[in-house]
Structure formats: structure tokens, C-alpha cells
């Protein structure tokens, strides 16, 4: 298995634009979820789905952050507009049903200007 | 709800000497416990877990961490590290009786193992 899939690695883009992340998780894992890691906040949970369908988006940070997951394989994550404060490496990461073990994608680095 | 202390946010030592990185959790429930690592521009790799058995549980790599239900701690340990195990360590727990697979991390804690 290739393992979670994220694109793009690395995302450079100016202020007010929008931007999207995508992923690919591990075939036949039934979770899905993404996660924002910063200097000053850590790993922070944004949003998490179960078979396709959100469960908790508590930890989206606002409006401007959306997230769908319209098949079992692909999941995107949208900021728009984007803004400076939203640079951050951003993770995707699935599970299975038992365990709880997540695994990680190489994650993607945005920088807003 | 659940919370992870990481007590340390980074570590300095030598290589070949021991280390001991803690975590303590609290939760109001049976609770499952991870440790990943995450290497300089790369995602957060599982290191190890405790699920049930044996509460002291190792990974390949050397490293190992018990679970010490009174103390609720999760402690990582190496009796010898090596340049290579530079890196973030992060420890994590869930809900045992929780479908929903979230897990709540620690704030990491930053291993830096010096020649």
C-alpha cells in the first residue's frame, strides 16, 4: 500500500487566494482526518470524517476552512479566502475500525504571502 | 475529555547515554496510548502502542514505554540513542470505548541526541 496520499507537498500562494488540499487515504480505512501543525499551536484537529460523512469539525478555525470527503478514497480541504496566519504544514490522516491507530501522510506545506 | 502533558518540549543528550521522555494523560475513561515520531519534514510515524496485555510495550527500533495506570503515565525510554533518533516524539491517547478513532495529542517533545 502507498500509504495516505497528499498533494500538493508544498503550496506558496498569496493572501485573499484560495487554496486546496487534497487526500488520499489508505484503502479501506473507514476515518479519515485532517490536522494543522503550527510552531505556536502544535497539532491541532481540524476536522474528522467516518465512512464519508463529518463527524466533529470543532476544530475548524473558521469559515474560511471547509472540508469534504465525496468518496471513500478522496478528501480536500479548502481555505478561501486564504490569509497569512493559515501558513502551516497540514496533515491528513485515516484509520481503520479497530486499533485507533491513525497513519500519516507526508503532509503539506502551505505558505500564505 | 481528554488531555496529554508532555512534560518536557525538548530533550539534549548524548549519544549512547539513556533517555526518558514523559507523558501523563487524564481521562475518565479506559483509554488506549500511542507514541509516534515525527522526522524533520516528514508526517508523524507510529512508534509504539499500548491497546491492553502487557503494559510494557517495545518498538523495533529500541525504544520502549509502559503504562502505569496510577501514575496514568505513559513514559518512552531508551537505555542508548543514536544520532538517527533525533527527531519530534509525540504521545497521544483515545477513548478506548469511543468508535470514533480521535486521538488527543501531547504538546511533542523535541529529542535532540548530539555526537
Known amino acids: 500500500d502507498a500509504g495516505v496520499i497528499q498533494s500538493p507537498r508544498h503550496e506558496v500562494t498569496e493572501m485573499g487566494q484560495e487554496v486546496t488540499l487534497r487526500c488520499k487515504p489508505i484503502?479501506?480505512?473507514?476515518?479519515l482526518f485532517w490536522y494543522r501543525q503550527t510552531m505556536m499551536r502544535g497539532l491541532e484537529l481540524l476536522i474528522y470524517?467516518?465512512?464519508?460523512?463529518?463527524?466533529?469539525d470543532s476544530g475548524m478555525p473558521e469559515d474560511r476552512f471547509s472540508a469534504k470527503m465525496p468518496n471513500a478514497s478522496f478528501s480536500t480541504l479548502k481555505i478561501q479566502p486564504s490569509e497569512p496566519r493559515d501558513s502551516a504544514v497540514y496533515f491528513c490522516?485515516?484509520?481503520?475500525?479497530?486499533?485507533?491507530?491513525?497513519?500519516f501522510g507526508p503532509g503539506t506545506r502551505l505558505t500564505v504571502l | 475529555a481528554q488531555s496529554v502533558t508532555q512534560l518536557d518540549s525538548q530533550v539534549p543528550v548524548f549519544e549512547e547515554a539513556p533517555v526518558e521522555l514523559r507523558c501523563n494523560y487524564s481521562?475518565?475513561?479506559?483509554?488506549?496510548l500511542f507514541w509516534y515520531v515525527q522526522y524533520p519534514n516528514q508526517g508523524l510515524q507510529l512508534l509504539l502502542k499500548?491497546?491492553?496485555?502487557?503494559?510494557l510495550v517495545e518498538s523495533i527500533n529500541g525504544f520502549e514505554a509502559e503504562f502505569n495506570k496510577s501514575q496514568t503515565s505513559f513514559h518512552l525510554r531508551k537505555p542508548s540513542v543514536h544520532i538517527s533518533d533525533t527527531a519530534e516524539y509525540f504521545c497521544?491517547?483515545?477513548?478506548?470505548?469511543?468508535?470514533?478513532?480521535?486521538?488527543?495529542f501531547g504538546g511533542g517533545t523535541r529529542l535532540m541526541v548530539k555526537p
Open positions: 490522516a485515516s484509520a481503520g475500525k479497530t486499533g485507533n491507530e491513525q497513519f
Open positions: 484503502s479501506g480505512h473507514d476515518y
Open positions: 470524517f467516518n465512512n464519508n460523512v463529518p463527524i466533529d
Open positions: 481521562s475518565s475513561v479506559s483509554v488506549y
Open positions: 499500548y491497546l491492553s496485555g502487557s503494559t
Open positions: 497521544a491517547v483515545s477513548d478506548r470505548w469511543n468508535a470514533g478513532n480521535m486521538l488527543t
